[in-house]
């Protein structure tokens, strides 16, 4: 079974500075897709980013971009000029490339911004 | 356009009770799946439902049901409320695309309290 771990349960970034989020994930398949989500306060889910495993060039939106390790199974999020509307929860997840496929996500990293 | 929409936004529950939740997906959407998220804990995928039949299911009992109309929005049954069914509930649509990327869209949740 795939599972996504997350090992940082809080951070946090003084305003305009960079941060590392940090995931793992562990899974047979050759085939998937990564992303990272947003989850404010106000409880809408966001996408962030997302990768694709069969890429091996790193995603990059904006401030957001993504370190993407595929033998190590790593898959960090970089944050770049933090901003006070970044602090949120931050949600690492997995799916698999087949059709509609069911999205796993990690427990969550809960990131503070410092102004 | 409007996004995925969820009703209602949060309710109150006694054990042992029924309660039924409703999303209306993104314009477009033929896909909807369902996620628990306990307080401080990443998202679990209940089903999923595609052309009104349930295509996959995660580890949840029975008590768990669902539904998808013509028009493609759903309905989370729930029967028998335990105290550990209290959770934010997201939906989320999906489509494929011609490129065979997977959007996904949250709706904001339905925050559920069984006392």
């Known amino acids: 079974a795939q599972t996504v771990t997350q090992s940082q349960p809080e951070m946090s970034v003084q305003e305009a500075e960079t941060v590392t989020l940090s995931c793992t994930y562990d899974?047979?398949?050759?085939?998937?897709?990564l992303f990272w989500y947003k989850q404010p306060p106000s409880r809408q889910m966001i996408l962030v980013i997302r990768?694709?495993?069969?890429?091996?060039q790193n995603a990059t939106e904006n401030r957001f971009s993504v370190n993407f390790q595929k033998a190590a199974k790593s898959f960090s999020l970089k944050i770049s000029d933090s901003q006070l509307g970044d602090a949120a929860m931050y949600f690492c997840?997995?799916?698999?490339?087949?059709?509609?496929?069911?999205?796993?996500f990690g427990p969550g990293t809960s990131l503070s911004v410092i102004p | 356009d409007a996004g995925v929409t969820q009703s209602p936004t949060h309710l109150i529950k006694t054990r042992g009770q029924q309660v039924t939740l409703r999303c209306s997906p993104k314009?477009?959407?033929?896909?909807v799946s369902w996620y628990q998220q306990a307080l401080g804990q990443g998202p679990q995928f209940i089903f999923q439902?595609?052309?009104?039949?349930?295509?996959q299911r995660g580890n949840f009992p029975d008590r768990f049901s669902g539904h998808q109309f013509p028009n493609y929005s759903s309905e989370l049954n729930v029967n028998a409320l335990l105290l550990g069914d209290s959770a934010l509930y997201l939906c989320?649509?999906?489509?494929?695309?011609?490129?065979?990327?997977?959007?996904?869209?949250f709706g904001p949740g339905t925050r559920l309290t069984v006392t």
């Open positions: 989320a649509s999906s489509f494929w695309t011609g490129q065979g990327i997977y959007e996904q869209y």
């Open positions: 899974t047979s398949e050759s085939d998937y897709y």
């Open positions: 990768q694709e495993a069969y890429k091996q």
């Open positions: 997840a997995y799916r698999r490339r087949t059709s509609y496929d069911k999205v796993i």
């Open positions: 314009s477009g959407h033929d896909t």
């Open positions: 439902y595609y052309e009104e039949e349930e295509r």
